[in-house]
């Protein structure tokens, strides 16, 4: 009967080598089930853990886009169909689909990130503050414009909003 911090040690050296091995000789990546297992075995519970939030965050992105979509009068179903989506989305937020083109741009992916942050906050009567947060947490603060029961749908770019005499939206 072997002690079993022996067993742990060999395993540790035997992982070791085999990355080792990996890194030193491309040719011997392969990925099959015994590189899957050795990357598990070395990354341990985080490995679970990683994928057990990435499953949450993706199914929670996926609810909140749903109701997300059906405040804003559309059917939920529309947020899940890739391409269509996007042209629904940006229906939503009163921008027009050439607004992808910033993309293709060295700075565009970031006025592209504005722009939307902007369009969004504004159609659902909200302001400068929830646009930053919904530019750095992405997920809690589209989780809050969904499940809010407060926060409703404006129109496109806050257009249908009655606005007060500081240029704030009013809802």
């Not at 072997?2 to 011997?28: K, R």
């Not at 741009?105 to 990130?113: C, D, H, S, Y």
């Amino acid at each position: 009967m072997q002690d079993s911090t022996v067993v742990i040690m060999e395993e540790i050296h035997y992982t070791s080598d085999s990355l080792g091995t990996m890194l030193a000789n491309p040719d011997a990546m392969k990925c099959d089930a015994d590189t899957i297992q050795m990357c598990m075995n070395a990354m341990g519970a985080a490995f679970y853990v990683f994928i057990a939030a990435a499953i949450i965050s993706i199914v929670l992105s996926l609810v909140s886009s749903w109701i997300i979509f059906e405040k804003a009068g559309r059917k939920g179903w529309e947020s899940l169909i890739p391409i269509y989506n996007t042209v629904v989305f940006f229906k939503i937020i009163g921008k027009s689909l050439w607004n992808l083109l910033w993309i293709f741009t060295f700075i565009g992916t970031i006025v592209l990130v504005v722009k939307i942050v902007s369009g969004l906050t504004k159609s659902f009567g909200r302001g400068t503050g929830f646009a930053f947060g919904l530019a750095f947490i992405p997920l809690i603060f589209q989780c809050i414009l969904a499940f809010d029961k407060s926060i409703v749908y404006v129109g496109p770019n806050g257009s249908y909003a009655p606005e007060v005499e500081d240029g704030r939206i009013d809802v």
